[in-house]
């Protein structure tokens, strides 16, 4: 029609230069990336009512939705696990980098970071469990999962430098990697143990994990009628 520019054919603008925008490319992948965020957050809800080892088809029937659409966003259920997963740890990784800036003191810093890592992993254990699980065939995490660790190690190391003396000192890069080893272990056996008595809530259970990391188990051995006894004879 006369007067109306019609693009080339290769794309560019009048001039040749900029790109021309596709509205309806650009419409289409904003709908897909909404579709996939409440694909995640349904997947989430189901996940956290169903437990972490539930299969696709579950996990598509309590959505309300197929499992075709969810391999259509994400490939696969590892596909899956490492979308929920990354928003997991991005969540976590917010509020454990929080937790440390409000600190005044490496082993607050410290309790404080553990702590909000198991009162955010206490909101669902479900969805913990499914997010932090190596993928199949794995033997330790990769991806998301992998960098989430990597910088809760570097945000435990570095309060505690000024306590090494050294910072390029090599024991600063075993100390922090073995307590990340040991916050998860006792903080994921601790998750799995059923509600009762005797089992210590989340800032009493940070206390602890936080009390092993700087003072080891010395004090606990100490305190105990078997070691006294010992000491005794």
Do not use: C
Request: aromatic share 6%; hydrophobic share 40%.
């Amino acid at each position: 029609m006369p007067g109306v520019p019609v693009a080339p054919a290769d794309g560019l603008g009048t001039t040749g230069q900029t790109p021309a925008v596709d509205g309806r490319s650009a419409r289409w992948e904003t709908h897909r990336e909404e579709r996939r965020r409440a694909l995640i957050k349904a997947a989430r809800r189901a996940i956290h009512r169903l437990g972490p080892d539930a299969s696709m088809d579950e996990i598509a029937a309590t959505a309300g939705t197929s499992k075709s659409v969810f391999y259509r966003y994400f490939g696969d259920k590892s596909g899956l696990r490492q979308a929920v997963g990354a928003v997991v740890i991005r969540q976590m990784q917010d509020t454990l980098a929080a937790a440390r800036q409000n600190a005044t003191q490496p082993r607050q810093g410290v309790t404080a970071m553990v702590t909000a890592y198991l009162e955010m992993a206490q909101t669902s254990p479900n969805v913990y469990f499914f997010s932090t699980l190596p993928a199949e065939g794995e033997v330790r995490p990769s991806g998301e999962l992998s960098g989430f660790f990597d910088s809760v190690t570097a945000m435990i190391a570095e309060p505690l430098r000024h306590l090494l003396g050294d910072p390029e000192s090599t024991l600063l890069g075993y100390w922090p990697t073995a307590a990340i080893g040991l916050v998860r272990t006792s903080g994921e056996l601790w998750l799995q143990t059923p509600d009762g008595p005797g089992k210590p809530d989340s800032a009493a259970m940070a206390q602890q994990i936080s009390a092993w990391l700087f003072d080891g188990v010395g004090h606990l051995l100490a305190a105990s009628p078997t070691s006294i006894t010992a000491a005794e004879g």
